[in-house]
């Protein structure tokens, strides 16, 4: 039968004509893979070949085409990037699809009823990918390429272990009802979520509004016990100089006034400088007549007498108004503790709002220790800070006061969050009794399909039951889902990890795919990788069997060891590894007829070559086509 001829009869057996299909993969550089044009048909494609050839190789193509994580250490030693090219056939009927249009919206086109995806993968780790003809991120790859293939391995029969697992795969098979649900329950749950959130913030920004307000407190009752006055520190420190050289003025004053009027205590008084000037004017007033220069020198005599007479005077009114208690210097001392252990507190610059005038490093800050002068510090320059100060705790009291006014907390704003809190929490809960209640329901209808597969897969009286059980709710529900089988009848059912082996779990794992891709539509082509591992005989033959079923309706591209599978095989591909010496090669070729045969009867553990192993393999084939029949 010529190509052609033979792919219009897969086409015929097979009901995939109406979906985009993967018709050939392109692998250049990929591990031992050099260079390898691998076509593919409709129905079951099988890929066989020895330990080592590159069997991962094959599946780990089709991963990058679908946008999965690639490895530097995949590209073959030697190449500088890895190359796998997809080509899909899409029917007419097809042009509307959603992977069509996916691909349509990501720039790329589908020419001459075929899609082109490429993934490419350098050593350095660096990926890019293609769509149609148009660079796209790899994870627009991954969006188109997740609608056209599923790809199914061992790794998830090995999550069959995970509760979570469990959860997906009852979800899956719920489809829109359960997801509609399930997305009803966590808009529920986030309402519940920010409404806790926002009264612990509630509270907490309570407790920090209190703690604010006890501070605001004891600086404005601290204010009212010092009371201080504006610019109060700058004349305390003039009045304590003066009483601390209050010897000094005493004394100052005495020679001063001494000098001007004379010193009255003295035994022989010496004429002071009122006198003295007095004597000046009247020796030159008695002379004023003989010289009109003279008259203008006693005039000038007189004013400096008036005016030493006046300053005599004020001298003396000033040393006897000095109140120099000795005992007042501890009182002022003590006021200036009172408002520096204020300043300290409250007074510091950094309380203030930015463009306060007493910040302005350009003004006068009264209170500045280590001032000099009596009008306080200029302070001035690059880096220059504006010190602690009574005055800048009174205005620093002026808008406490104000904040303290705004800081009131309301018992009516805890309890409407409080009241919304709680109604979130009811619609949550019956969302999610909804939710438990769909699953339940679901689960039953699970179970019931999966054990029909599974007994299918030659274990005839194993039952598979799916367990929904109450728990904490989480933000997939609160349910707890268990997978349970019992192999065989009056062994209770037990979790997946338990009561399985790893064949019951190869061939439970297949029930679930078929049942919960048949729910959700599924995608035009399925890819499984060794999901047979720990299957031989009887059962081998009724995967292989159910293999060949589902692709009667979709595409499926099978990765096995087992020869009871691949006999069952509309198109069998085999990867061979060759070796020059140097260099590891393998390469990927479709057999038919002998060749077939040949490869069948190795993967059975004889000589290919001899004609027993031949024609056991031939009886597989023979075996494979009548049970496919019936």
Not at 257 to 282: C, H, I, K, Y
Not at 598 to 616: D, I, N
Request: hydrophobic share 45%; no cysteine; net charge negative.
């Amino acid at each position: 039968m010529s190509t052609t001829s033979q792919d219009d009869a897969v086409t015929q057996a097979h009901g995939t004509g109406n979906e985009p299909w993967l018709s050939t993969v392109e692998i250049r550089n990929l591990g031992v893979i050099h260079d390898a044009t691998v076509e593919l048909d409709r129905g079951l494609t099988v890929v066989t070949g020895e330990t080592g050839a590159g069997k991962t190789m094959m599946v780990q193509s089709l991963s990058l085409l679908l946008g999965r994580r690639a490895e530097s250490g995949w590209v073959r030693h030697g190449a500088e990037a890895a190359v796998v090219t997809g080509v899909y056939e899409v029917p007419g009927s097809a042009e509307r699809s959603d992977a069509v249009q996916a691909v349509e919206g990501a720039g790329g086109f589908v020419e001459d009823g075929e899609l082109l995806v490429t993934r490419r993968v350098t050593t350095a780790g660096r990926s890019a990918a293609s769509v149609g003809g148009a660079r796209v991120p790899v994870r627009t790859l991954s969006g188109v390429s997740e609608r056209l293939v599923a790809i199914h391995g061992q790794a998830d029969q090995w999550r069959l272990l995970s509760a979570d697992a469990h959860r997906e795969v009852l979800d899956a098979f719920g489809g829109a009802p359960v997801v509609e649900r399930l997305e009803a329950y966590r808009v529920a749950r986030d309402e519940v979520v920010r409404l806790d959130r926002a009264l612990r913030d509630f509270d907490a920004e309570r407790t920090l509004r209190s703690q604010r307000a006890a501070w605001l407190r004891k600086g404005l009752d601290l204010l009212e016990t010092v009371k201080p006055e504006p610019g109060e520190e700058q004349e305390l420190r003039e009045r304590v100089a003066r009483l601390d050289h209050a010897a000094d003025l005493v004394e100052a004053g005495h020679v001063a006034a001494g000098a001007l009027s004379g010193d009255p205590t003295d035994a022989m008084p010496e004429p002071g400088a009122v006198e003295l000037v007095g004597q000046a004017r009247e020796a030159m007033e008695r002379v004023a007549h003989v010289d009109a220069e003279v008259g203008e020198l006693h005039g000038r005599l007189r004013e400096l007498g008036v005016l030493a007479h006046e300053l005599a005077a004020d001298l003396s009114s000033w040393v006897g108004g000095l109140d120099l208690d000795p005992g007042e210097l501890q009182v002022l001392h003590e006021r200036r503790a009172a408002l520096r252990s204020l300043a300290q507190e409250f007074g510091r610059p950094e309380l203030l709002p930015a463009g306060h005038p007493l910040l302005d490093p350009q003004v006068e800050v009264e209170g500045l220790e280590g001032a000099s002068g009596a009008g306080g510090a200029l302070v001035e320059g690059e880096g220059a800070a504006v010190a602690p100060s009574a005055d800048i705790a009174l205005a620093w009291g002026e808008l406490a006061a104000q904040e303290l006014d705004g800081l009131g907390t309301s018992d009516e704003d805890r309890e409407r969050l409080a009241g919304e809190l709680e109604e979130a929490r009811t619609t949550a809960r019956v969302a999610a009794d909804a939710l438990t209640a769909l699953r339940r329901q679901v689960a039953s209808d699970l179970g019931e399909r999966v054990t029909a597969e599974v007994r299918a897969l030659a274990m005839p009286k194993a039952e598979v039951t799916v367990a929904v059980e109450g728990a904490r709710p989480g933000p997939h529900g609160a349910d707890a889902v268990e997978i349970r089988m019992a192999p065989n009848p009056g062994v209770p059912a037990r979790t997946v990890a338990k009561a399985a082996s790893g064949g019951e779990l190869s061939r439970l794992m297949l029930a679930l795919e078929v049942v919960v891709g048949d729910a959700e539509g599924g995608v035009p082509t399925m890819v499984f990788d060794e999901v047979d591992a720990g299957v031989g005989g009887e059962a081998a033959h009724a995967i292989g069997a159910r293999l060949a079923r589902i692709a009667a309706e979709r595409q499926v591209i099978v990765v096995t060891h087992l020869p009871q599978v691949a006999a069952y095989a509309d198109r069998h591909l085999v990867i061979a590894k060759s070796d020059d010496g140097a260099v590891t090669t393998s390469d990927v070729a479709p057999v038919e007829g002998e060749a077939r045969l040949a490869e069948l009867a190795r993967m059975l553990g004889g000589v290919s070559e001899s004609r027993s192993a031949r024609e056991h393999a031939a009886e597989l084939v023979e075996a494979a086509r009548e049970r496919r029949g019936s």
